[in-house]
């Protein structure tokens, strides 16, 4: 074989590699924002979708109004199968708009004991399947209520985790029904302990508040961060992980000597308490 022949017959080679093309995996859980009451509540209801299937949820739809027009649209031109409707708490800003809901889809209610209309509350740790590839977790927190629940959804490579009112980008709810173990187990033990590259979905839209109270117990480049990022964006729902929370979230670093030093105690529930009644006051 010729010197030439030889080098053509290698550049081919390499050229028919260069033109094998890869399958892409495209991504199966899609996840729509549908923003409530803002510049009162500042809700999020949300709708998941597991794209292959087109089975889909809708997450504490608590305002009608704003929400059943998305549903409508979308079951009507075939985008979704509407399957379930999942509550995180009983509150009425976020499971007060089940009956509504109910009146146009006839559909089951996945959700604390407490919350209106429903049937079934999944046990702690308890799995569910959304469409073919949606893996859903109930995670027990309670605290804000007894019945609040978070659900961790995972989709191959993609996680996220739905936290209603026990944890918002930068602080967390209040203690309406619970004490500060409860919420230092949920936030530090239950919520922490999953990976650290799962995005937050949580119930409200209270960043700017949480950092404008997170400057007050500690300075550090996370806090400035999420500051930054407040200013320039008016939701922050899903742009942030569980591992961004552990460095930008006073609630999660109790055992931060800074913070600790602050507050004038080291035990985690003690200090859990005791940012939580400065943030009551703030």
């Not at 050229?15 to 495209?26: E, G, W, Y």
């Not at 899609?30 to 009162?40: A, K, R, V, Y």
């Not at 239950?190 to 650290?196: G, T, Y």
């Not at 990022?229 to 939701?235: D, G, L, P």
Request: one cysteine or more; a neutral charge.
């Amino acid at each position: 074989m010729s010197l030439l022949a030889a080098t053509i017959r290698q550049s081919s080679r390499y050229l028919s590699k260069q033109l094998v093309t890869r399958p892409s995996l495209a991504r199966a859980m899609h996840i729509q924002s549908i923003p409530m009451w803002e510049g009162t509540g500042n809700n999020y209801a949300y709708l998941v979708v597991d794209d292959k299937t087109k089975e889909a949820v809708i997450i504490d739809p608590a305002h009608p109004p704003e929400v059943l027009p998305v549903l409508k649209k979308q079951t009507e031109d075939g985008s979704i199968k509407l399957t379930q409707i999942i509550n995180t708490h009983h509150h009425g800003d976020h499971a007060g708009g089940n009956s509504e809901i109910l009146e146009q889809f006839k559909l089951p209610i996945i959700g604390g004991k407490d919350c209106d209309k429903v049937t079934n509350t999944p046990a702690h740790n308890s799995t569910f399947l959304i469409g073919e590839s949606i893996k859903v977790t109930a995670l027990h927190t309670p605290c804000h209520t007894q019945d609040s629940i978070c659900y961790f959804f995972e989709d191959g490579a993609d996680k996220a985790v739905f936290t209603g009112d026990t944890l918002f980008i930068g602080g967390c709810g209040r203690f309406f029904e619970g004490n500060a173990a409860e919420m230092h187990k949920a936030l530090n033990e239950v919520l922490a302990s999953l990976p650290d590259d799962t995005k937050v979905y949580p119930g409200h839209e209270y960043t700017k508040g949480n950092v404008r109270f997170a400057k007050r117990v500690l300075q550090n480049d996370a806090i400035k961060k999420l500051e930054e990022f407040t200013q320039n964006n008016k939701e922050t729902q899903g742009k942030f992980t569980i591992g961004d929370e552990k460095k930008h979230n006073v609630f999660m670093r109790v055992n931060d000597p800074a913070i600790q030093a602050l507050v004038g105690h080291t035990e985690p529930v003690q200090v859990m308490k005791t940012l939580r009644e400065m943030k009551d006051r703030a």
